[in-house]
């Protein structure tokens, strides 16, 4: 990925447009239902042989309510509809930033949705165990989408400070996640 590019936001009555940035391919879908909250991975946008990540804008939140694209890589206008998304209703999974959870602790959500592995091999430690002092940039888990493995990383964006400890893990090694979900609580 070269760079993170914003979602483009309007109203329609209730429910929450989230638009593209530019013109490209459509990839990394989230699925009806997904919550969505300010400066979460919202897929990528190819263009020009690079792709770019796109967030969701600061102030946006709400659950996913339109249907997957037709294409694994759809391609899209600029200010075409990627997202529609519904109000959450008190009480019912509000978000409130990236990196916050329900019950007001840090936690490091999974950019997308597939298997997560906290070991680059089954014979290998992990990457990092409970206790251990997270960076920027530091890798802390594996995620296979369609047989392929993407490292997951410790960013310092969203509300997460620069340096955190991994207080506990929140999903078991080898689990199914959702794109959003918590991987792992942070003290800071």
């Known amino acids: ?108 959500p999974a950019p997308q949705t597939g298997r997560f592995y906290r070991r680059p091999a089954p014979d290998e430690p992990a990457y990092a165990e409970e206790g251990a002092e997270l960076t920027d940039g530091a890798a802390v888990g594996l995620l296979e989408v369609m047989k392929t493995f993407s490292q997951v990383h410790y960013q310092a964006k969203g509300g997460l400070p620069a340096r955190a400890r991994l207080a506990r893990w929140l999903v078991e090694d080898g689990a199914e996640v959702r794109a959003g979900d918590p991987l792992l609580e942070l003290e800071a």
């Open 1 to 108: 990925m070269t760079k993170d590019l914003e979602l483009l936001a309007r109203r329609d009555g209730d429910v929450t447009l989230l638009c593209a940035p530019g013109v490209g391919l459509f990839t990394e879908p989230l699925a009806p239902g997904a919550l969505l909250g300010p400066g979460q991975d919202a897929g990528a946008l190819l263009a020009a042989g690079r792709a770019a990540r796109l967030l969701v804008p600061h102030g946006v939140q709400g659950r996913v309510v339109n249907a997957l694209p037709e294409r694994v890589q759809a391609p899209v206008g600029y200010g075409e509809v990627l997202y529609r998304l519904e109000p959450v209703e008190a009480g019912g999974g509000a978000l409130a930033e990236e990196g916050a959870d329900a019950a007001g602790g840090l936690v490091l």
